[in-house]
Structure formats: structure tokens, C-alpha cells
């Protein structure tokens, strides 16, 4: 039974930081790039960045390029999220994600993605 989950999240202020992690199980994880996407309330889920599963190749998405990093730890089985300079509108909550395949865009299509966690709440006060 594959599982995936988040951990890190909660309640910062604008320009601070926060760090979230991915701990997967039930899956050769090695082998799966991961993808983070988020959902804010009344909103459809979006990507917000992904990895190889060699960690050479790693997505974001425009609006966190810059101030996101994605990294991924195969000898823990866990992928993180760095999360920098925060804003009010990153509130939402946060999904990490395992896909059996992706390359290029497709890593940007949440319907990649084979395996969902639970999800983390992140709010950024201004």
C-alpha cells in the first residue's frame, strides 16, 4: 500500500520560510518522480514543482520559481519542499505527489501522478 506524508506546514508570516517533507512508502521510490501542487480554497489544484527521480531535472511553476526549491532524499525516501520569501497568495494547502512516469510538461499535469498524500496546510499572514 503505497503512502505519502506531508509534514511541515503551518503558519508564517509574509517573507518568512518554511519547509516541508514527503515521506513515502509502499513504492520503490527511487524510481517515481514527485511532483508538490497545492489548492487554495475555491480554486482548482495546481503545480507547483517536480523532480526526476534522479533529482538532475526539477519543474517549477512561474509563480514560485525564484523562491521555491525542490529536492528529493532517496536514501530517506522523502522529498522536500523549500519555501522562501512566502507570500499571502502560497496559502493553500499542500500535496505531494508520485507519478510512474512523467518528463518534461507532463510533469506539470496533475493527472500524471499516481499517488496523492493528504496534504499540509500552509498560511502566510500579510
Known amino acids: 500500500q503505497v503512502q505519502l506524508v506531508e509534514s511541515g506546514g503551518g503558519l508564517v508570516q509574509a517573507g518568512g520560510s518554511l519547509r516541508l517533507s514527503c515521506a513515502a512508502s509502499?513504492?520503490?521510490?527511487?524510481?517515481?518522480?514527485m511532483g508538490w501542487f497545492r489548492q487554495a480554497p475555491g480554486k482548482e489544484r495546481e503545480f507547483v514543482a517536480a523532480i526526476s527521480w534522479s533529482s538532475r531535472v526539477t519543474y517549477y511553476a512561474d509563480s514560485v520559481k525564484g523562491r521555491f526549491t525542490i529536492s528529493r532524499d532517496n536514501n530517506k525516501n522523502t522529498v522536500y519542499l523549500q519555501m522562501n520569501s512566502l507570500k499571502p497568495e502560497d496559502t493553500a494547502v499542500y500535496y505531494c505527489?508520485?507519478?510512474?512516469?512523467?518528463?518534461?510538461?507532463?510533469?506539470?499535469?496533475?493527472?500524471?501522478?499516481?499517488?496523492w498524500g493528504q496534504g499540509t496546510q500552509v498560511t502566510v499572514s500579510s
Open positions: 505527489a508520485a507519478a510512474r512516469a512523467c518528463s518534461g510538461y507532463g510533469c506539470y499535469d496533475r493527472n500524471q501522478y499516481d499517488y
Open positions: 509502499g513504492l520503490t521510490f527511487s524510481t517515481y518522480p
